[in-house]
Every structure is written in structure tokens, then in C-alpha cells.
């Protein structure tokens, strides 16, 4: 009765599971994660010429080159011609990392920039409101599932 039965050696995952499908690889890699820091890569170079400018301005933003002893792991991909010698370099784009409090303050920062511009059109559009011809500033949208609404 069970001659024709498979050993439970040979009925594994591995040989009844389908063949992984060809993805393209991340062209940067990803650090392994580390307690209360976020990581960001940080241009260094564009189109072969050094940008010491932008990496100044975000040193001043408290980002900080990640030292490749902290990640040994990532040296595999940077570039033996560095500028930053102890730091993890990859085509033009440096590691660096800052603490998430100071990430979550520029994140902030910046909502509120990009709010009080949202704010401004608004009063620069409804400046032009006239009684006869009202106009409409609703940012509010509403998705439906079906056939039409009724």
C-alpha cells in the first residue's frame, strides 16, 4: 500500500518550491541597523568632479561618514580610490549616519516648510474669491470601491 510513496527525505520544500525569479540587484547596499541611528548616503562627487559643497552642508546637518571598521561587512563594495579612506564610499555617494532625534527634527522642519508653502498659495488663490463666482479649495479626496456611486 505505501511502495509508491516518497521518503519524507526526498519530499522536501526546497524540491517542490519554484525557481526564484531574476530581480535587478540595489545599486547601494544597505547597512545592518544600529540602535537610535538612521543611515543616508551623501553625494561626494557628480559626474567625476568632487562637491565639497553639499557634503559641508549636510556635515552642518549632523550627518557623520560611517567608519568602515563599524561595518566591515560593506567593504566588499567601496572604492579602493576614496577620498574618505576610513569611510564606506560607493560610486560618488558616502555612508553616513545621524541620530533619529535630529532626523525626525529636520523631517519636521521640512513638512512645516512644505505646509506653510501650501498655506500661501491657498491665500494668494482665495485672494481672488468674489461672491457671484465662489471658488473651492477642497484638499480632500474620497475613493470609492464599485460600480459608480449613487
Known amino acids: ?11 522536501t520544500r526546497e524540491t517542490t518550491q ?3 525569479s531574476w530581480k535587478q540587484p540595489n545599486l547601494l547596499p544597505t547597512p545592518a ?3 537610535g541611528y538612521g543611515f543616508r548616503w551623501i553625494r561626494t562627487s557628480l559626474m567625476g568632479k568632487a ?3 553639499n557634503i559641508s552642508a549636510k556635515f552642518r546637518e549632523h550627518w557623520v561618514p560611517v567608519k ?8 566588499i563594495y567601496a572604492d579602493p580610490d576614496s577620498r574618505f579612506k576610513d569611510n564606506i564610499e560607493v560610486g560618488g555617494l558616502l555612508l553616513c549616519k545621524a541620530p533619529n532625534e535630529v532626523i525626525e527634527q529636520r523631517n519636521d522642519f521640512y513638512a ?13 488663490f482665495m485672494k481672488q474669491n468674489d461672491a457671484r ?14 460600480k459608480g456611486s449613487k
Open 1 to 11: 500500500m505505501g511502495d509508491n510513496r516518497l521518503t519524507r527525505e526526498s519530499a
Open 51 to 53: 562637491d565639497p559643497t
Open 112 to 124: 512645516q516648510q512644505a505646509q506653510s508653502q501650501i498655506e500661501a498659495v491657498d491665500n494668494s
Open 133 to 146: 463666482m465662489p471658488l473651492f479649495n477642497e484638499r480632500r479626496s474620497e475613493v470609492r470601491f464599485g
Open 68 to 75: 568602515a571598521e563599524d561595518h566591515p561587512e560593506m567593504m
Open 18 to 20: 519554484r525557481k526564484a
Open 33 to 35: 541597523p544600529q540602535d
